[in-house]
């Protein structure tokens, strides 16, 4: 294998974990209620930049030649490195299919990787579950016009075929985070259970230190010690990593920051030396394993840009929990379900910061609150 080779295998299987291929399986009831087919078509905007100088109007006669100052010097904007853009949002998705097909299955790891190709570095957003979202494209199958975020993945995959538009389900959850908070996406990768297990272990497991105890033997029926991680110094195999990144006993905000320690710990083992003896067996746990629309072009520019992107340049970003607060609606086919009521203005806000390569501190100011929320009447 090439060193070309080996950097485009290791960059994909770095980006294929920065996607969050830790998941949480929940049982979906799905209770259809039949009417008459109804279809809506979506434009979504798409933003140009309308800048040009300013054009001088003609002059009829020759004007007196005066002295002109000289103009301040501009330095040109950096160009992206490897022939990149200059920056790439990946749309990553941790889906809770455990087959090895991905018919079905919700995304219950929802997360945007920002690419920077001229600092270089990376940030990776996550998009809470429950959000109760406008879902496009699919009201002409009984009507559904909303649900949970997960849900989008799943209506758009070939084993339910609500969606008539590209990249099944990963491209019908892109249009649904652009719709409700304008998060755009340039591409898609999506990776089940079963695949993230055999990653870890490809690479002999992970090394990571947890700074609490994790305590989830109350989430399933039984008690086990695998449920069970204590704070401190863990060698995890890919089952134990899957089950620590699945478990919430404090909330899915502290999962969230379980994950990104698993993240982390993963993309160090990645970037050892040592790990290039198992690129045979890494390779063999991702054939036909990813659901993605990566190309060998963007696969060329990520290659390229893994050796500069540095540790201390990959950024998770946290949504200040208070933002949620934790309500129920009645949804048509999941009943009385519960879902985060939140100001999804002040969500737009932070992604317009995080699109342009920033995270605030502190709530971007001016932010128009939202309609308080209704629920979606049953349908007849």
Not at 243 to 270: M, T
Request: with cysteine.
């Amino acid at each position: 294998m090439s060193r070309t080779e080996r950097s485009i295998l290791i960059f994909l299987v770095l980006i294929a974990m920065l996607l969050c291929i830790l998941v949480t399986t929940t049982a979906l009831g799905i209770a259809p209620v039949l009417m008459d087919n109804y279809k809506t078509g979506l434009n979504l905007p798409v933003q140009i930049s309308t800048w040009l100088p300013a054009i001088p109007s003609p002059q009829t006669s020759n004007p007196p030649l005066q002295r002109i100052s000289p103009s301040p010097s501009f330095k040109p904007l950096p160009e992206p490195l490897c022939s990149g853009p200059r920056a790439m949002n990946i749309l990553a998705i941790g889906t809770d299919s455990r087959a090895n097909s991905y018919l079905y299955g919700l995304a219950d790891v929802t997360r945007i990787v920002r690419v920077d190709f001229v600092t270089p570095k990376v940030m990776i957003l996550d998009f809470p579950r429950d959000l109760y979202v406008e879902i496009p494209e699919i009201s002409h199958h009984y009507g559904i016009t909303h649900g949970k975020l997960n849900q989008a993945y799943l209506y758009g995959n070939p084993g339910f075929g609500y969606y008539d538009g590209p990249d099944q389900g990963p491209g019908l959850l892109a249009r649904t985070l652009e719709l409700n908070f304008g998060m755009p996406s340039d591409h898609n990768l999506a990776v089940n259970m079963q695949t993230f297990v055999k990653i870890v272990d490809a690479v002999d497991g992970i090394d990571i230190v947890l700074p609490y105890t994790v305590d989830g033997r109350s989430e399933e029926t039984g008690y086990s010690s695998s449920l069970y991680f204590h704070a401190g110094t863990h060698h995890l195999n890919g089952t134990q990593a899957l089950v620590l990144g699945r478990l919430r006993p404090n909330g899915v905000f502290e999962r969230a920051k379980q994950q990104n320690l698993i993240l982390s710990a993963l993309r160090d083992r990645l970037l050892a030396p040592s790990v290039l003896q198992n690129l045979p067996a890494i390779f063999s746990a991702l054939s036909g394993s990813i659901q993605t629309d990566l190309g060998l072009e963007q696969l060329g520019w990520l290659s390229c840009l893994a050796p500069k992107i540095t540790k201390e340049n990959i950024f998770f970003a946290a949504w200040p929990e208070n933002m949620f607060v934790g309500t129920r609606v009645d949804d048509p086919v999941l009943g009385w379900t519960f879902i985060w009521d939140v100001d999804f203005n002040l969500i737009r806000a932070y992604v317009s910061a995080f699109n342009n390569g920033q995270w605030p501190a502190a709530p971007p100011p001016t932010v128009v609150p939202s309609p308080t929320l209704t629920q979606i009447p049953d349908l007849p």
